[in-house]
């Protein structure tokens, strides 16, 4: 850090002509998730080295930081084939947009944020005319395609990665790359984590006014509290959320004591969700609450904070499950096409990311034809006794510590450093 920060308040001397002209960056978030890592990074950047100017796009925390956005982030976050398509013209006369103003800036440095598609061509170009060029957020090279690496190398100086097991593929192929750690290690609230889970229970079913007081009386008492989370995307919630309430139905046959709690995105969500538990399994109406609040800041970690085990499909809900330390059961199925398409492509041997981190098999995956009602039913069930809820609880924890110590580099000094021994 010192070695950095030595190198920050050199910056414009070592640079620049005499009458210390500012450091000019180029920076691109593709989304909304990458407006909060760029603006991170801008803080960070503005805090070492002051006289900065920012170009480029990005939504309202990175516009807070001193970036005059050239158009609307949502310009450049399109998702899908077919979406992508019908908007490939004005993401070409985007790209030209910005090389033009970045051009006309005279940047010294190009970050992409995430957005790998639309970044890397951006930095192609970028790169050969002597802009440092930075992508913060690895593609997936490390899961299928490794190939892309050699593009990775033509448009970047440096990568920085959210996961430490990214790192290997970049040490094979002689790329300079850094963890600098996901952003969850740092936006988790530690009270979560401190609170006692009835304290946190008593928040979400209780001191919510008059939102649910009937919910508030029938979730009193708890014995056991599972949070369910079938995906954010109504589409995964169709697929999914049907095997869950029946793996549920049958955990109820079995241990009648549970109770359950689902955090919903927005209220259409939760409409979606009580709708197919009314249709598929109205049985299980009275023991399963779903919530949606927009008082509360991040609902779904607060739900899960104040559960005793997590049923939750595969995505960064695990990671957020693992930091806070929540045996969890991982549950997915995909179109049986993509699926086998899939597994020919993807070279890693797990799905969850506590897994991947761990490189074993620390939690449960049933993935595909493993998921059933009955496994669900089962592998919840292993997890009620105190002695296998603690065993998964523990291997969380060391995950959580071995991410914590692997990811201790700040992207501002990663870069700043990166730049100068280049």
């Given amino acids: 850090m010192t070695q950095a920060l030595d190198n920050a308040s050199l910056i414009n001397k070592a640079t620049k002509p005499p009458n210390f002209a500012p450091l000019v960056i180029g920076i691109v978030a593709g989304e909304v998730s990458g407006d909060s890592l760029g603006a991170d990074f801008m803080a960070q950047m503005n805090n070492l080295c002051g006289d900065i100017i920012w170009v480029g796009v990005g939504g309202a925390k990175m ?3 001193g970036l005059n956005s050239l158009f609307p982030l949502s310009r450049l976050a399109v998702m899908g084939l077919v979406e992508i398509a019908g908007q490939l013209n004005d993401l070409f006369k985007a790209r030209r947009e910005l090389l033009a103003a970045f051009e006309t800036a005279k940047i010294d440095w190009f970050v992409g944020i995430d ?6 061509r951006v930095a192609k170009k970028l790169k050969p005319k002597g802009v440092f060029c930075v992508q913060y957020v690895s593609p997936s090279i490390w899961a299928w395609r490794e190939s892309r690496i050699h593009g990775i190398k033509a448009a970047t100086d440096l990568v920085l990665c959210l996961f430490p097991f990214e790192l290997d593929v970049y040490e094979r192929h002689h790329h300079p790359a850094v963890c600098v750690g996901h952003p969850l290690l740092h936006t988790i609230d530690p009270k979560l984590l401190q609170l006692p889970k009835v304290e946190l229970q008593s ?4 001191q919510r006014g008059d939102k649910n007081q009937s919910l508030a009386v029938q979730f009193a ?14 589409g995964e919630i169709a697929a999914i959320l049907p095997l869950m309430l029946a793996g549920i139905v ?11 709690v689902i955090p919903a995105v927005d209220k259409s969500h939760q409409e979606l969700i009580e709708r197919q538990i009314q249709e598929q399994a109205p049985q299980l109406q009275a023991f399963i609450a779903v919530i949606f609040d927009d008082q509360m800041p991040n609902l779904s970690q607060q739900v899960m904070a104040a559960s005793d085990i997590v049923l939750l499909a595969s995505g960064t809900a695990t990671l957020e499950a693992m930091l806070l330390e929540r045996p969890m059961v991982v549950v997915y199925r995909l179109n049986a096409l993509t699926y086998q398409l899939a597994k020919r492509l ?4 797990f799905v969850a990311l506590p897994n991947i981190l761990a490189g074993q098999f620390i939690v449960t995956e049933l993935i595909q034809e493993q ?10 069930s292993k997890l009620l006794p105190q002695a296998n809820y603690k065993k998964q609880q523990q291997k969380l924890q060391a995950t959580n510590r071995n991410l914590a110590e692997q990811s201790s580099q700040s992207p501002a000094t990663s870069v700043i450093d990166a730049w100068f021994y280049r």
Avoid: Y
């Fill in 63 to 65: 516009q807070a930081q």
């Fill in 115 to 120: 957005a790998p598609d639309f970044n890397l």
């Fill in 203 to 206: 928040q979400i079913f209780w």
């Fill in 221 to 234: 008492d708890l014995e056991t509290l599972i949070c369910v989370m079938p995906g954010s995307r109504r």
């Fill in 250 to 260: 049958k955990l109820m046959d079995a241990h009648p004591q549970l109770k359950f």
């Fill in 346 to 349: 993807i070279k890693v041997p």
């Fill in 371 to 380: 998921a059933s009602p009955t496994a669900i039913c089962q592998e919840i």
